[in-house]
């Protein structure tokens, strides 16, 4: 009997949090945002170089079936977003070599972020992603209030980590610019 109250008083708690954190999400019109960071054991240039192959993106992160790079600066998506099949294009608005890719949906899926790479010795780099997302569903909204999408986004970071660590080296490279306009 007291293993059942306890429970009940959970999920009653957890109920309370929840609502308010559906109502504060559609009383404030904000998107919500993701910060994660990893450490890999590579040169930066190693770590960038593969973070630039896009149509790779499915080997490390669990939602997503594919990417088609469209040309230098445009992307297709197509992944599952809360257990949905969805599709989006983005742009990428920033990119400099060694540094950092920044980029935009400009259909579909709304988000907006940037991958940013930090030297830290001649063989490890910190990898910084910081995303913003707008979840449409209920189904989004309630994952994005028990987080759902940070955790993917930690998971991805570290398959990502895998991936590369266990290759030692880059599947490909492109060392273009792109400016921010």
């Not at 669990?62 to 040309?71: F, M």
């Not at 608005?93 to 940013?116: C, F, L």
């Given at each position: 009997?007291?293993?059942?109250?306890?429970?009940?008083?959970?999920?009653?708690?957890?109920?309370?949090?929840l609502s308010k954190?559906?109502?504060?999400?559609?009383?404030?019109?904000?998107?919500?945002?993701?910060?994660?960071?990893?450490?890999?054991?590579?040169?930066?240039?190693?770590?960038?170089?593969?973070?630039?192959?896009?149509?790779?993106?499915?080997?490390?992160?669990?939602?997503?079936?594919?990417?088609?790079?469209?040309?230098?600066?445009?992307?297709?998506?197509?992944?599952?977003?809360?257990?949905?099949?969805?599709?989006?294009?983005?742009?990428?608005?920033?990119?400099?070599?060694?540094?950092?890719?920044?980029?935009?949906?400009?259909?579909?899926?709304?988000?907006?972020?940037?991958?940013?790479?930090?030297?830290?010795?001649?063989?490890?780099?910190r990898i910084m992603?910081?995303?913003?997302?707008?979840?449409?569903?209920?189904?989004?909204?309630?994952?994005?209030?028990?987080?759902?999408?940070?955790?993917?986004?930690?998971?991805?970071?570290?398959?990502?980590?895998?991936?590369?660590?266990?290759?030692?080296?880059?599947?490909?490279?492109?060392?273009?610019?792109?400016?921010?306009?």
């Amino acid at each position: 009997m007291p293993n059942r109250i306890v429970t009940v008083a959970a999920l009653a708690v957890g109920g309370v949090l929840l609502s308010k954190q559906l109502k504060k999400m559609r009383n404030s019109g904000m998107k919500s945002s993701v910060e994660e960071s990893i450490e890999v054991n590579v040169p930066v240039s190693t770590a960038y170089n593969q973070w630039t192959q896009f149509q790779d993106f499915p080997k490390f992160m669990d939602s997503v079936h594919e990417v088609r790079q469209l040309d230098d600066k445009h992307l297709h998506w197509r992944a599952d977003v809360a257990g949905k099949e969805k599709e989006w294009d983005a742009e990428i608005t920033e990119q400099i070599p060694d540094k950092r890719i920044a980029w935009r949906s400009t259909s579909g899926v709304s988000n907006a972020g940037v991958v940013t790479f930090h030297k830290i010795s001649d063989s490890a780099t910190r990898i910084m992603l910081q995303m913003d997302y707008d979840p449409e569903s209920v189904t989004e909204q309630i994952g994005d209030a028990f987080g759902v999408v940070k955790m993917q986004a930690k998971g991805n970071l570290k398959r990502f980590k895998e991936m590369l660590e266990s290759r030692g080296k880059e599947t490909g490279a492109w060392r273009g610019t792109v400016t921010e306009h």
